[in-house]
Structure formats: C-alpha cells, structure tokens
C-alpha cells in the first residue's frame, strides 16, 4: 500500500531542524538514533578507529537489505564484536566485514556485489595517494608522499595515534 507524502509535515520537521545548531542535531543523533548507539558501543568495546572502519566499509554496502536498518546494525555490532578484537589493520578489518556481510542474511540481496565494493573501497585506501597529500590535477603541485595535511602518513596514524589498533 502506497502511502501519500503530506509536505506540511515535511517542511514542519525541516523548518524545526533547520533551527538547531550543528551541535544540537549531534546530541538529537546520539540520544534518538540506535544505528549511531550501536556503533559507539563497539567503539568503546574494540576500539574507536577498528569501529570507525568497519562501520565506514558496512555502510558501503547497506543498501537493499533483507531487514530493518536497526535488525542490520545488531546484526553487524554482534558479529563485529567478536571478530573485531583479533583483526590486525585494515586487512583485518576487511576480513571482519566480509565475515559479517557473509553471515549476516540482512546481506543476502546483492551479496557479492556488496563484498566486491567494500573490498574495492579497501583497496583504495591503500593505493599511494589515498591518504592526503596528493599534488593538483595538473601536476603542478608537490610530489604525493603519502601523508596527510599535518605530515602524518597512515602509517603514523596506526602507530602514532592507535587509528587501527
């Protein structure tokens, strides 16, 4: 059954956002949101920068799913706080979120599809360049050393500030 969108209540709920602060829309996602529960949970279990990841590469591939948004995010804090711990870097991180779309029947629609972006996703960030740094279109700009505004490559994210473990 199709429902009818009523605009009056769309643009009441846009004009009540759109007089909050950034902060204020922040502390509304904190309270009101279990995705984002979810997520700071396991962050606060395994870590913020392997959570960080492994949500970023999930939420690749959550789209199409064969449940509930809130039934697809329980489903990945389960699995993820079990195999997260043992993951080693980004590889590790990727194994664990394979494991997960793998296991998880909320990923059964599109299943490889959704395997092959995030393994696609992961290798990118860690193609040269990825990371910051890179120099203009042109080539006019300085030589891409792999890190980042402030110098710091990934390399001393993972060691220098536990970005990965």
Known sequence: MAQRLRWERVEGVARAFSRLSLGEVLAFEEQADPQYKLVSRLASEVGPGKAA???????????????????????????????????????GVLRAVEGFLTSCSGAAIGREAKLRRVRKAASAAE???CSGGSSSP????????????????????????????
């Open 53 to 91: 990841v492994a949500a970023l590469l999930t939420g690749l591939a959550s789209y199409r799913l064969a449940m509930r948004g809130e039934e697809w995010w329980l489903c990945f804090y389960r699995h993820m706080r079990s195999s997260l711990p043992r993951a080693e870097g980004l590889e």
């Open 138 to 165: 042109g080539g006019d700009g300085p030589p891409d050393t792999g890190g980042s505004e402030d110098g710091v490559g990934r390399e001393g994210l993972q060691e220098d500030h536990g970005i990965l473990g």
């Open 127 to 129: 193609t040269p360049g």
